[in-house]
């Protein structure tokens, strides 16, 4: 899979690492501003209050 | 002339050995499970790390932005003598209530002395998670007491991550203060006990604590405050429950409450 990836990307190969590594902080980012917030919701770690 | 074999190294280089189908398959599954990994790793980070920095930030960008008059009268200048923060004097008689407000306003502030001098974290209303724990600090349960009022001022408050306001509730000791402000007034509550709850036992926050749905509540004698959080850490098992009972009231025009001038508490910004 990432043998893959890198095959297909173009250019040197400090280009590709670059590229890399620009995907790598743009998932990471994704990550932290929506996907984490959304799973959170249900993944009940600290629920504080007491409900019926 | 002997003959020299030559290694076809064009050959052995530039071509990779064939793998097989199935072992292309387990690779693929193998890359699947590290990125999987690296995921969950990255998960953890965000929640235990990152959520604090995030609501720390929001945290102190609200209590800025509340603008609320410094307390106590003004100092003049250059009176080095008295230039610490004058001392309310305490009040026994009823106190002022506010009303509730709605969802989601930051109507309050909490210090707590325990909790470290720096310590203060806004109170909103609401215990929703999405829009008032994991963001604006700590949250009042709709429809019980207000600060100072007759019953139980009850809030909610993560331990772990997201500003954590109720991350040291298991250090509070008997008679420890918790005082609360809103804009014009100071509540000083005072710790009374705790006890390690399942989330369903909702008389902790009955308006006499321990009285539980269904229950006739007797006259209502007390100012009570209780402070929910996850028990154990890290953890939605249990709640710890920590009540308190108001010991006095001040307005915020006359000063800051000993309490906090004692445990050298900065109140106000400058």
Not at chain 1, 25 to 44: K, N, T
Not at chain 2, 61 to 71: H, R, T, V
Not at chain 2, 207 to 217: I, N, Q, S
Request: net charge negative; aromatic share 10%.
């Amino acid at each position: 899979m990432y043998g893959l990836i890198w095959r297909t990307l173009p250019g040197p190969a400090w280009f590709r690492v670059l590229v890399l590594l620009l995907l790598a902080a743009a998932i990471v980012l994704a990550c932290f501003e929506w996907v984490f917030p959304w799973v959170s919701e249900y993944v009940p770690l600290n629920e504080n209050t007491v409900e019926v | 002339m002997s003959s020299v074999t030559v290694p076809p190294r064009h050959g052995v280089y530039r071509s990779r050995p064939r793998r097989g189908i199935v072992s292309g398959i387990v690779g693929v599954i193998g890359e699947l499970l590290i990125t999987a990994g690296v995921l969950l790793g990255l998960f953890v980070v965000w929640q235990l790390w990152w959520t604090d920095v995030q609501a720390g930030r929001e945290h102190a960008q609200i209590l800025a932005s509340l603008e609320w008059p410094d307390p106590g009268p003004e100092v003049p200048p250059g009176d080095d003598e008295n230039s610490g923060p004058a001392v309310a004097t305490r009040r026994e008689g009823k106190p002022p209530v506010m009303e509730e407000p709605t969802d989601t306003t930051v109507f309050a502030e909490l210090y707590v002395p325990r909790f470290g001098k720096n310590y203060v974290s806004p109170i909103a209303q609401g215990v929703d998670k999405a829009t008032v724990l994991d963001r604006l600090g700590i949250g009042h349960y709709p429809g019980t007491a207000m600060p100072g009022e007759l019953g139980n001022f009850a809030t909610a408050g993560h331990r772990t991550t997201y500003g954590k306001p109720y991350h040291e509730v298991a250090d509070l000791k008997e008679g420890d203060p918790l005082v609360v402000r809103t804009e014009d007034t100071w509540y000083v509550y005072r710790v009374t006990d705790w006890e390690i709850v399942w989330p369903w036992q909702v008389e902790v926050i009955s308006a006499v604590p321990g009285v539980k749905p269904g229950e006739t509540l007797p006259k209502l004698t007390e100012r009570y405050m209780t402070m929910t959080a996850c028990h154990p850490m890290y953890s939605a098992a249990q709640r710890y429950i920590v009540h308190g009972v108001l010991d006095y009231w001040a307005p915020v025009s006359e000063g800051v409450p000993a309490e906090l001038v004692d445990a050298g508490v900065k109140v106000g910004r400058d």
